[in-house]
C-alpha cells in the first residue's frame, strides 16, 4: 500500500478515536440529564392525577438504566479505541518500512531516484 494511504487511514482511524470518545462524553451527558429530567417529566404527565401512596419502580429504575447505557457504551469506547490504537501502531510501523516512493530529493536535479 503506498505511503500516503497508509498515512491517510492512519488520520482516519486518530479521528475515530476522537468521535468514540465524545460519543462517550456525550452518553453520560444524555445519562445525567435523563436522570434528572425524565422522572419530573414522568410524574408531572403521567402520574399527575394518580393518588401514590410510595414511589412507582418506573422512577426508581430511571437512574439504574441510565448509567448501565452510559456505563456499557463506555466499555464498549474503551475496546474499540484499544483496538484502533492497536491498528494504527501495526499501520505506522508499516509507514515507516514502506519506501518513500513519492518524495523526490531536493538536490538530485532531474534524477528523483
Same mark, same amino acid.
Given at each position: $500500500? *503506498?505511503?500516503?494511504? +497508509?498515512? !491517510?487511514?492512519?488520520? @482516519?482511524?486518530?479521528?475515530? *478515536? =476522537?468521535?468514540?470518545?465524545?460519543?462517550?462524553? +456525550? $452518553?453520560?451527558?444524555? &445519562?445525567?440529564?435523563?436522570?434528572?429530567?425524565?422522572? @419530573?417529566?414522568?410524574?408531572?404527565?403521567?402520574?399527575?392525577?394518580? @393518588?401514590?401512596?410510595?414511589?412507582? &419502580?418506573?422512577?426508581?429504575?430511571?437512574? /439504574?438504566?441510565? !448509567? #448501565? =447505557? &452510559?456505563?456499557? !457504551? !463506555?466499555?464498549?469506547?474503551? =475496546?474499540?479505541? =484499544? $483496538?484502533?490504537? %492497536? *491498528?494504527?501502531?501495526? &499501520?505506522? *510501523?508499516?509507514? $515507516?518500512? #514502506?519506501? %518513500? /516512493?513519492?518524495?523526490?530529493?531536493? /538536490?538530485?536535479? /532531474?534524477?528523483?531516484?
Amino acid at each position: $500500500m *503506498k505511503r500516503s494511504a +497508509l498515512e !491517510f487511514q492512519i488520520s @482516519q482511524m486518530r479521528q475515530q *478515536k =476522537v468521535v468514540l470518545a465524545l460519543n462517550s462524553l +456525550l $452518553m453520560f451527558v444524555g &445519562a445525567l440529564f435523563t436522570t434528572a429530567l425524565l422522572p @419530573q417529566i414522568l410524574f408531572k404527565y403521567l402520574y399527575a392525577n394518580a @393518588q401514590l401512596t410510595e414511589e412507582p &419502580a418506573l422512577l426508581a429504575r430511571i437512574p /439504574d438504566v441510565c !448509567f #448501565a =447505557v &452510559a456505563g456499557l !457504551f !463506555f466499555l464498549y469506547a474503551i =475496546v474499540n479505541e =484499544v $483496538m484502533l490504537t %492497536m *491498528k494504527i501502531n501495526a &499501520a505506522q *510501523k508499516e509507514v $515507516m518500512a #514502506a519506501p %518513500m /516512493d513519492d518524495v523526490c530529493c531536493v /538536490d538530485c536535479g /532531474d534524477n528523483c531516484n
